[in-house]
């Protein structure tokens, strides 16, 4: 069953001017992979309300579809007794995604890079490849079953 939380709130960060106050946060419980895309409907609304690029807007929702079907198939091993904890928090300057899964975690730093000639046929590896291409920030945490990635709202 998928579950999700709609909040707005402001943001109270010393020295934030009033354009950068409005945030809008979302939280999702998920359960399987089918529940990827009412993830990136949703968090495509609140960037097209934030009149994000649609550059920004392509490079959270490839983040979005990389690391959660990473969080799924490599984290959780496909279990459906296992869940993917999703939050997103996106205001006027920036979008800001973590998930989480329930799995043992790995080091993203020893992720072979998928452009060296030995690993162009390798199938692994890309979607992390793409995410630290595309997107302004990718952390993990130390035990590698948490990401967190941003993007700035870059205007015209």
């Not at 943001?11 to 999702?28: E, H, I, N, V, Y």
């Not at 459906?80 to 300057?93: F, L, M, S, T």
Request: net charge positive.
């Amino acid at each position: 069953m998928l579950m999700t939380q709609e909040f707005t709130t402001q943001m109270s960060a010393a020295g934030s001017s009033a354009d950068d106050k409005p945030q809008s946060a979302l939280r999702w419980t998920l359960s399987h992979m089918q529940q990827i895309p009412e993830v990136q409907r949703a968090v495509s609304r609140l960037m097209e309300q934030f009149a994000y690029q649609p550059r920004d807007q392509y490079a959270i929702q490839m983040g979005l579809v990389e690391a959660l079907t990473n969080a799924f198939r490599h984290g959780n091993r496909l279990d459906p007794r296992k869940q993917v904890y999703v939050g997103a928090v996106i205001d006027r300057k920036q979008a800001w995604i973590r998930i989480e899964d329930e799995g043992d975690g790995f080091n993203a730093d020893e992720v072979p890079d998928p452009t060296l000639p030995e690993n162009i046929d390798r199938p692994n590896g890309r979607g992390v490849y793409m995410m630290r291409s595309f997107l302004h920030s990718v952390k993990y945490n130390a035990r590698g079953n948490v990401v967190t990635f941003c993007q700035i709202h870059r205007r015209r």
